[in-house]
């Protein structure tokens, strides 16, 4: 089932900064635009200084703390997105941002501080808890798992970028690509990045989501 948001979100994603060299989102079939991956409404950079996901910059949200979360804040809620870019590999938009918290109430209510607010949670099984936010078009994806530190913060783990066609993605990627599989959404397919791709954080390919038949 599709996530839809009760009503127009004011926020927006405008960016997120990444470990990796920008070299490794080439060999996967991305386009760059002075340095960056243009998807949607947000920009993806890729500093080449290593580690994951490093911080994002979301805009029409509150000035307060995301309980670890590192961000930058903008005004321009309404701000104009980047001019499209075509990749070879059919990208087309970041479909969900995943981040880890050891716990999903207290993430949850920094995250409605800031006027981001949650649409569902979920239960996943062994314990483990998911609760989705839309900022602006993108879902985060909060998990929470049994056994961490609970007073540790929030952290980025991984994300999700839709593509056209998956099997055309996957033949540009080649060895860089795990298997398609079904994905958790009915009737969506996904692949994930192997970590030989030397992108530096979990990456998975997702096909669009399929509309309801009424």
């Known amino acids: 089932m599709r996530l839809v948001p009760a009503a127009p979100s004011t926020s927006r994603l405008v960016e997120i900064v990444v470990g990796s060299p920008p070299a490794a989102w080439e060999r996967l079939g991305f386009a760059l635009r002075d340095g960056d991956v243009v998807l949607g409404a947000t920009r993806i950079r890729p500093t080449g200084a290593g580690g994951g996901i490093e911080r994002w910059t979301l805009a029409g949200v509150g000035d307060v703390a995301l309980d670890g979360l590192a961000t930058g804040m903008v005004d321009d809620a309404n701000g104009s997105d980047p001019e499209p870019v075509e990749h070879p590999n059919g990208a087309v938009r970041i479909d969900h941002v995943v981040a880890r918290t050891p716990s999903l109430d207290r993430t949850v209510a920094a995250l409605d501080d ?49 593509v056209e066609d998956i099997e055309r993605a996957a033949a540009l990627a080649g060895d860089a690509l795990g298997d398609v599989r079904d994905a958790v959404q009915a009737g969506r397919r996904i692949a994930t990045v192997r970590e030989s791709a030397g992108v530096g954080l979990p990456l998975a390919l997702m096909t669009p989501h399929v509309k309801a038949v009424r």
Do not use: C, K, N, S
Not at 117 to 125: I, K, N, S, V, Y
Not at 136 to 144: A, C, K, P, R, S
């Open 114 to 162: 800031a006027g981001l607010e949650l649409r569902r949670t979920r239960e996943a099984g062994g314990g483990v808890r998911q609760g989705f936010v839309w900022v602006g078009d993108t879902i985060l994806e909060l998990v929470e798992a049994p056994g961490t530190d609970p007073a540790a913060p929030a952290a980025f783990w991984g994300l999700v970028v839709v």
